[in-house]
């Protein structure tokens, strides 16, 4: 006889308080929801409104079986905000860049706008963003140029309440009569009085090398802060392994723009992950025995993958939940699947098994340490976790293909495919 059982997504309703609106704000029935989606009653299609049953069937919010499905957890409890990569496509090609092989030749190809909108809608709706310190970032390559939605998605990200957080290299510092989107703009102050007149909560610029490449950059980045703190937009200053002296003249020279200490601004270190363009190269070779200890290490401590704080789409459609592995771990994709169905199945994904199961001793040595001639070796945590996922990702996904086990020959054509990727490829010819 089959029954109906709460799916993970109706559990994170109930979680959120999100259950009013499913009831037509009914205070019984919203409880009777709540207690069916922590497995404590039956549900019973008399006790509900004609329709509203096969509403939540049709929502994937209760699925109907006749075995009872494994308890499914709750990842997106833990969600702080969503980051998406509108574009890959960059004006610059800075040394130190993640996304280096990812990078398009030619015309920005975009992530369709009609789609992050909808997921934002359903993010909204599940309680992603009920706090203050929650919300949406939207990043790049670079997203302030033609074409872009950037505008767009402002705005109505903004009417929905929403904190948003931007990335720009301030290429357009400086600079008078460019375009933005579809959209021409006089001046740089007309740009950023644009941006906070949108509802704009934060714009983010970076501090690293990338003034090695571009000298005049700096300047520019210069300005976009001065405007931003002239217009009391909050902005951010995102310290990228950038020393100390360059922190501090960019800091001493806004003051001289400035006149005073700036107000508005925040100042974010980061470290360098050691895969992407900012891979160096190097004669010696990875030794695989110490990736799962090094993985402990990163600020989620491996809870990224299953645990997630931040939600991350690539430009494709893809949903991962680690910035730093980009094509791994990808759990669904936001053009073709609801951010329901992606948390109903979130617990199914290889990465998300892998790590939550906490088993990657053993992975690494049957799926990586026979390969791992293949790599040179990696410093930062999350670039050991981002290799680990790629490996399991596209390991599983080429199994499920050819439903068998792999031979020698197509585990080493993953493994250098993955090594050219991450940026990571070994520069010796060794023999397994």
């Known amino acids: ?60 919010l209760i699925e109907i079986c006749a075995v009872a499905p494994s308890r499914p957890g709750l990842p997106f409890a833990f969600v702080r905000g969503i980051n998406f990569e509108l574009t890959y496509g960059c004006n610059l090609a800075c040394n130190h860049c993640l996304q280096d092989s990812m990078r398009p030749s030619g015309r920005f190809p975009w992530i369709k706008q009609e789609a992050v909108e909808k997921r934002i809608e359903e993010a909204a709706w599940m309680g992603l963003f009920d706090k203050i310190d929650k ?26 309440g929403i904190s948003i957080r931007s990335n720009t290299n301030a290429w357009w510092g400086n600079r008078q ?40 950059l700096l300047d520019r980045v210069l300005r976009v802060a001065s405007l931003c703190e002239k217009t009391s937009l909050k902005y951010e200053f995102v310290a990228t392994d950038a020393s100390p002296d ?25 470290k360098t992950v050691d895969i992407g363009a900012a891979a160096q190269p190097s004669e010696d070779l990875l030794e695989s025995s110490r990736l799962p200890a090094l993985t402990r290490q990163s600020r989620c401590e491996r809870k990224g993958f299953f645990q997630p704080f931040y939600l991350h789409v690539n430009p494709d459609g893809g949903f991962r939940s680690c910035l730093y ?39 690494v040595v049957q799926s990586i340490k026979p390969w ?61």
């Open 1 to 60: 006889m089959k029954k109906a059982y709460p799916t993970a997504s109706l559990r994170q309703l109930a979680l959120k308080n999100r259950l009013g609106n499913l009831v037509d704000g009914d205070p019984s029935r919203e409880r009777m929801l709540k207690r069916f989606a922590h497995g404590f009653c039956e549900l019973q299609r008399e006790d509900f409104p004609e329709g509203m049953i096969d509403r939540l069937i049709d929502l994937e």
């Open 135 to 160: 919300g949406v970032n939207f990043t790049g390559g670079e997203i302030y140029v033609p074409g872009s939605p950037i505008l767009e998605l402002i705005s109505s990200t903004a009417k929905r």
């Open 177 to 216: 009569g460019f375009t933005i989107g579809s959209r021409r703009f006089e001046s740089d102050h007309d740009l950023i009085e644009e941006l906070k007149h949108l509802g704009l909560s934060r714009l983010v610029l970076s501090l690293d090398q990338r003034y090695e490449q571009y000298p005049d």
């Open 246 to 270: 360059l922190s501090e003249k960019a800091h001493q020279s806004l003051v001289r723009i400035l006149g005073h200490n700036p107000e508005h601004l925040l100042l974010t270190p980061m």
């Open 325 to 363: 592995a980009p094509g791994a771990g990808v759990l669904g994709n936001i053009l073709e699947d609801s951010l329901m169905t992606i948390l109903n199945r979130f617990d199914k994904n290889p990465v998300v098994q892998l790590y939550g199961q906490q088993s990657l001793e053993e992975f």
């Open 372 to 432: 791992e001639h293949e790599y040179r070796p990696v410093e930062h945590p999350c670039a050991a976790s981002a290799l680990i996922a790629k490996v399991a990702s596209r390991v599983s996904q080429k199994q499920s293909e050819l439903s068998r086990s792999l031979t020698t020959e197509e585990m080493q054509d993953i493994h250098q495919s993955i090594g050219s990727e991450l940026g990571i490829r070994s520069q010796q010819k060794v023999e397994p």
